[in-house]
């Protein structure tokens, strides 16, 4: 941060925190939940809504982020090229606050790449996925992944469409948590700096 604003520092800690505490509620309580107790072609099309605006979010929080970090950090590799007497505690300190914008940019990266890829190929999987399922008059089942009838759940087109979308999402999830393990790499340099102060 180098010697951050008192409004630096909000805005750095209320927009990660607003990405980091969507993203821990959308992953582990709001979709577990919904997945429970609502009809699975009902819960399809609410994610479809929902995941969109998900990403979008963070996208726009995580960026806030940035926004502050990146300029400030161009303004420090400029400044350690022309001066030679740094020291090794300024070095650190430099490399610390680097690697957690690299830290950033992988988030918001990952963030992008499920919002204009994987989240849209999901998607569309799922609706054609929705029709075969209709057509096989199953889809009302609550808190299941596929039919309860055996028959109906080894019907040759709806397994092949089960497994494009289990691929998909499976691929999503995982930079999902991926981007949350990096947030909480984050939080970790945060409180270093917060307890620096007590010491």
């Not at 963070?58 to 020291?87: F, K, W, Y």
């Not at 950033?104 to 989240?119: R, W």
């Amino acid at each position: 941060f180098g010697k951050p604003t008192n409004l630096h520092v909000f805005l750095h800690l209320f927009s990660f925190a607003s990405f980091f505490g969507c993203s821990m509620w959308v992953s582990f309580v709001a979709g577990l939940v919904m997945f429970k107790n609502m009809p699975r072609h009902d819960f399809g099309r609410l994610q479809a809504k929902l995941f969109p605006r998900y990403f979008q979010f963070c996208l726009i929080t995580v960026g806030i982020c940035l926004a502050q970090e990146v300029p400030s950090q161009i303004m420090m590799m400029m400044r350690s090229g022309h001066d030679d007497n740094n020291n090794n505690s300024s070095t650190s300190s430099f490399l610390s606050d680097t690697n957690q914008c690299y830290n950033l940019i992988a988030i918001f990266g990952i963030l992008l790449l499920n919002l204009k890829y994987f989240e849209p190929r999901t998607t569309a999987v799922m609706f054609e996925r929705h029709i075969v399922e209709r057509k096989l008059g199953t889809g009302h089942e609550v808190g299941q992944l596929k039919p309860s009838d055996p028959q109906k759940a080894n019907d040759p087109e709806l397994r092949k469409l089960t497994k494009k979308f289990g691929k998909l999402h499976g691929m999503s999830t995982s930079l999902n948590l991926i981007g949350l393990c990096l947030g909480m790499w984050h939080w970790g340099w945060l409180a270093g700096l917060v307890m620096k102060n007590f010491e």
